[in-house]
């Protein structure tokens, strides 16, 4: 006997209505709302595990380059302002993701609001960082230091974007307890970008020979 | 099943008769360079460790090709051949087995061969390649020609490679060598002159740009002679240098072709 | 039942529009305008950006690459991301896509309409790039060139490669990945329709820059963009990075995507060890996609930088490092040709285990084989860089690793010859096909020890060796496979069958003309022949013109294939829902499939490839049947 696994049906359960063709192009739309979320948070930690590739190659080509030193000019203090800048300004989008989960959404704007403020200043600074760089990008460490602030900065910018998109809807109260995964999405995009600022801080303004 | 590998075994048995016999055909350009010659073993020892793979692989698909076809649609399913864990665990060890052969000779034995320093250097030449054309220069007799590369027979040579504008590669067929040559640093090529030649009876004797550099990288290639001493010798004399070899101690320098 | 099945796609269109046709056609115009007014924007706001900061008002490259970062967006909405995607954003309901043949041309999310796009996209580059390749042979005649200039020679070459190896990127995995994964899986869709969708619609950008630098005077750099060439050359370089940077956003948003839906979007039963070989592969493909392809679009965003902001990356007057490229590069690079590869094999030990009517050989060592050369594929690639002056302690290291690859390869090889080893073959064309591939194969693979193994590299490195043996891996190993898939899913797709005569006379000639054309191509690049050149020394002549002649006749066998295709798609016999007689899930359904894919969800009970097993379970129930009472 041929086995091509048509033979018999064995599945009992009632045959589902056929949608109509808009509704069915929207297959995630059947699932669970949870098993959606599950899918999403997974696919937002797979993004940021290809864009740490992204990074790492750019933090493997600054030290193929140009060495694990720094240049001399580089003002130290701003280095470290921003930096505390930005490292706070993860405090307080995690703030606004919880406080959106308890449905207080004031709160959340308020944290929002800030974190949109230190996210802003942090990409001033290292705009003043560049207009008053003491190093030009023809040189290797300037070539390092200006492609990977520039590219990070990049990302700032487009979480500042995000976020502002995301304030705008909170203040709407688009969002609550049982549905924040834009906000949640934003903020960990943000925490993110941080964390990638917490590797190349210490490989541009910190090492040395 | 005992038919089938009995086939199969013969045949496999006659295709690697097949292959040594092609095996024999000497491929190669003919080698001018003492380096030249160890690349030479290393492609023969390759060859001969891939004629019995391949040959394995195109017996048992030729002959279930032929042997397991059916005209139209087969009524029934083939032999389901479960439960023979053991066939994949054979074929691990074995394919190990012959990587590890493999890295080991011609490998990593290879590329100590290959990578070599000279323990002495009887003459350096430098080549610059620029687009799309190099300039070599003999140091030590004083002689700069864009025409064509002369070098004594069964003497110590090094390369020494530089690059004015983007990548070149320096690769002379005929010694089966080849350095890129790269904007920044210079590179080295050593090894010893074997045998006498010239571009006129072998065209593998051209010095070529073998790394994609614009518009004439096809043509950016120089005649190379390997010649007596005597001749080179006066070969120099000819373009108003100073005859004779003046063995250099080699410096520090690493040897083969690397960095800095 | 087809009729049924018509129904669902043309009639039920819920709010699609009425005048597809127009529809689409007036989505691509507005994509085309927005993309304009990106592109006006771009350029603007860098010109009050450069005045502010004091540079000199205008820079062409750098204006190009401001324009193209806003254009981009403005035709991705413009075309059908707003009204598909954006408008949720802001509260809006979404427009969907037209129902009927208008799909095809529209941002449509349905994952079986975007595998057709890839499809058709990717066939039609292939061809297109093809007919480079019949220019380059036809050039290559002559020893000093029969009809280009060596700068145009270049230009076409650097085309040819770029496309092909654009082909080889997503012709597989994109159109059948597509297709056939959730089909596999049980599942409705792929886990993010939309991200598919916008993948697909990043791909005409690409062809659209890659065709904009021609006149530009093209890029003389190959596919490779080795610096400080591509860092001094036109303008039409800048086209290529922009182009390839583009692509490989595609190739990074369809491996996340591939991934979570192997994930998350199984059947219910659909078990780890029941899942079939191809969607394996497709699985073990997407990590390198994922992963790796950051690095290329690295590489290229420093040339691109090196080109338009000053930076001193590759400039070695500034202190730049010319290798740097080639690691960032090759780290990516070389793992791309298991994302050409990996799908492939999955295609055709698939299809080798169902027309063999035999259980799939040694299954769970060919997945774990895909997960060796996914790991192994990261470390290896400094093997190209053998003659390129690295660190001369790099070299061993790198010549082991590359030479492990070999053992899970040599595995596949195991499975294939395992699983067809006392079948019964049916050898139709898609067999013909999967067969040919593990031939071709094995000559790219043992020919690429020769190139792992240093000592003989140093001699062999950039020359015709070289270009015989990639293209036996890649088109022996890739697109042979991709034409098995197609020949093997053309019923299920179209649901009309293609004509046996035609496919075989494709096979023959192909396979024919395929190895006759590369066999004896070792040989010039043995004998001192470099690659990437435009003449040669006069003493290969011979064996250039039997590689040429034979090139055409492989270029010709395309010809019924062509036809094939075209003309059965009209005129071909109405294919069943399981032609082969194939326990998978894509045959579990109607050919073609419903919108839904499956009527009634599948429930997986066993194996996919127990052929002949005494008590096997049905790998899963056919949905049809429960659907439509039959």
Not at chain 1, 29 to 51: G, Y
Not at chain 1, 100 to 112: E, F, N, P, R, S
Not at chain 3, 374 to 397: C, E, N, Q, Y
């Amino acid at each position: 006997m041929v086995t091509t696994g048509n033979e018999a049906a064995l599945r009992t359960a009632p045959p589902r209505q056929a949608p109509a063709y808009g509704e069915a192009v929207h297959a995630g739309h059947q699932m669970p709302k949870s098993k959606r979320a599950h899918i999403n948070r997974v696919a937002l930690w797979m993004f940021f595990f290809s864009e740490s590739f992204m990074f790492g190659g750019l933090l493997a080509g600054k030290f193929y380059l140009a060495g694990a030193g720094h240049d001399a000019h580089l003002d130290q203090f701003l280095g470290l302002l921003i930096t505390s800048i930005l490292l706070l300004s993860s405090v307080t989008a995690y703030q606004a993701e919880t406080a959106i989960k308890h449905g207080k959404t004031g709160q959340c704007v308020a944290w929002l609001f800030l974190t949109i403020v230190f996210g802003a200043i942090f990409a001033v600074g290292v705009g003043f960082e560049w207009a008053t760089a003491h190093f030009s990008v023809h040189e290797p460490f300037g070539t390092a230091f200006f492609a990977m602030t520039g590219i990070h900065a990049a990302h700032v910018i487009s979480g500042v974007f995000m976020l502002v998109l995301i304030y705008r809807l909170v203040r709407r109260g688009r969002f609550g307890p049982d549905h924040y995964w834009p906000v949640e999405a934003t903020v960990k995009y943000w925490h993110f970008v941080d964390v990638v600022w917490v590797f190349f801080y210490p490989a541009l303004y910190l090492t040395t020979w | 099943m005992k038919r089938d590998l009995g086939i199969v075994s013969v045949l496999w048995l006659v295709l690697i008769g097949v292959g040594l016999v092609l095996a024999g055909f000497d491929v190669l350009p003919e080698t001018h360079s003492d380096k030249g010659a160890d690349v030479r073993h290393a492609w023969e020892t390759l060859v001969l460790m891939a004629v019995p793979v391949m040959a394995f692989v195109i017996a048992v698909l030729t002959y279930s090709f032929l042997a397991y076809r059916r005209r139209g649609e087969p009524a029934e399913d083939g032999p389901p051949h479960t439960g023979r864990n053991w066939v994949p665990k054979v074929w691990f060890v074995l394919t190990g087995a012959l990587s590890a052969v493999v890295i080991v000779y011609p490998g990593l034995v290879g590329i100590d061969a290959v990578m070599k320093k000279n323990d002495t250097t009887d003459i350096v030449v430098k080549l610059q390649a620029t687009k799309w054309r190099w300039i070599v220069q003999y140091p030590d007799q004083n002689v700069t020609t864009l025409k064509e590369l002369v070098l004594p027979v069964d003497k110590h040579v090094r390369f020494e490679i530089q690059a004015s504008d983007v990548l070149h590669s320096v690769w002379v067929p005929a010694f089966l060598l080849k350095v890129d040559a790269v904007p920044g640093k210079t590179t080295y090529l050593e090894f010893k002159t074997t045998k006498t030649g010239s571009f006129e009876d072998n065209e593998a004797m051209r010095l070529q740009c073998a790394e994609l550099c614009g518009r004439d990288h096809a043509t950016m290639q120089l005649p190379v002679r390997v010649v007596a001493a005597t001749e080179f010798d006066q070969w120099v004399a000819d373009l108003g240098g100073e005859p004779g070899l003046k063995p250099s101690v080699a410096k520090s320098k690493p040897g083969g072709h690397s960095g800095h | 039942m087809t009729d049924a099945v018509a129904h669902a796609h043309g009639a039920a269109g819920g709010d699609g529009p009425a005048y597809t046709g127009w529809y689409a056609a007036g989505r691509m115009a507005r994509g085309v305008a927005w993309a304009a007014v990106g592109f006006a924007l771009g350029v603007a706001l860098l010109a009050v950006v450069r005045n502010i900061t004091g540079h000199d008002g205008w820079s062409k490259e750098a204006s190009i690459c401001a324009g193209y970062l806003l254009a981009l967006p403005g035709w991705l909405f413009g075309m059908g991301m707003w009204d598909g995607w954006g408008r949720e954003w802001f509260g809006h309901k979404v427009k969907h896509a037209p129902s009927d043949w208008g799909r095809y041309f529209s941002f449509c999310h349905d994952h079986k309409v975007i595998g057709i796009q890839y499809l058709a996209t990717f066939v039609f580059l292939f061809l297109f790039a093809g007919l480079f390749a019949m220019v380059i042979r036809w050039q290559l005649l002559s020893p000093n060139g029969a009809i280009l200039t060596n700068a145009q020679y270049n230009s076409v070459m650097s085309m040819h490669g770029t496309v092909m190896i654009a082909v080889a990127v997503a012709g597989v995995a994109g159109s059948f990945g597509n297709y056939i994964l959730p089909l596999q899986l049980g599942a409705d869709d792929m886990a993010f329709p939309r991200l598919n969708a916008m993948s697909f619609w990043l791909i005409p950008p690409v062809a659209v820059l890659l065709l904009a630098a021609l006149p530009m005077g093209g890029w003389d750099t190959g596919w490779t963009a080795y610096p400080p060439l591509s860092t001094t050359n036109g303008t039409g370089q800048l086209m290529f990075n922009l182009a390839i940077i583009t692509f490989g956003l595609s190739s990074i948003l369809s491996g996340l995507n591939f991934i979570c839906t192997f994930i998350f979007m199984r059947a219910e039963g659909m078990t780890w060890s029941r899942i079939p070989v191809f969607s394996w592969s497709l699985f073990a493909m997407a990590w390198i996609a994922l992963l790796f392809t950051q690095l290329f679009a690295v590489s290229l965003i420093m040339v691109t930088l090196d080109r338009v902001a000053g930076t001193s990356w590759f400039n070695a007057t500034h202190g730049g490092q010319p290798l740097l490229y080639q690691h960032v590069f090759w780290f990516y690079s070389h793992p791309a040709v298991y994302i050409f590869v990996l799908p492939a094999f999955g295609i055709i030990l698939e299809i080798l285990s169902h027309l063999s009517r035999k259980p799939l050989f040694a299954y769970k060592w060919v997945v774990g084989a895909f997960f060796g050369i996914l790991g192994l594929s990261g470390i290896v690639w400094a093997h190209h860089m053998f003659t390129s002056t690295m660190d001369a302690r790099l070299l061993k290291p790198f010549l082991i690793t590359t030479e492990l690859i070999s053992i899970p390869t040599g595995l596949i090889f195991l499975a294939a010859l395992g699983t067809i080893w006392q079948g019964k073959l049916w050898l139709r064309v898609p067999m013909l096909f999967a067969l040919g591939e593990v031939f071709n194969f094995l000559i790219g693979g043992v020919t690429g020890i020769f190139l792992a193994d240093l000592p003989t590299d140093i001699h062999l490195q950039d020359t015709y060796f070289v270009v015989a043996h990639f293209h036996y891996t890649i088109v022996g190993g890739e697109i042979f496979a991709l034409f098995a898939g197609i020949y093997f899913w053309y019923p299920k797709i179209t649901g009309r069958m293609y004509n046996e005569r035609l496919g075989q006379w494709h096979f023959w000639l192909m396979f024919l003309g395929f190895n006759f054309t590369f066999i004896p191509m070792f040989w010039p690049g043995i004998q001192g022949m470099n690659r990437r050149i435009a003449e040669y020394t006069p003493d290969l002549q011979n064996i250039n013109i039997v590689v040429s002649v034979m090139a055409f006749i492989l270029g010709a066998s395309f010809l019924p294939f062509v036809w094939n295709m075209l003309a059965s798609l009209f005129r071909g016999e109405r294919a069943q829902a399981n032609p082969w007689r194939a326990r998978t899930l894509e045959w579990q359904t109607t050919s073609p499939p419903p919108v839904e894919n499956f009527p009634v969800p599948p429930l997986v009970t066993g194996g996919p490839y127990d052929y002949g097993v005494p008590g096997a379970a049905v790998h899963a129930a056919p949905a049809y049947s429960a659907a439509a009472g039959d």
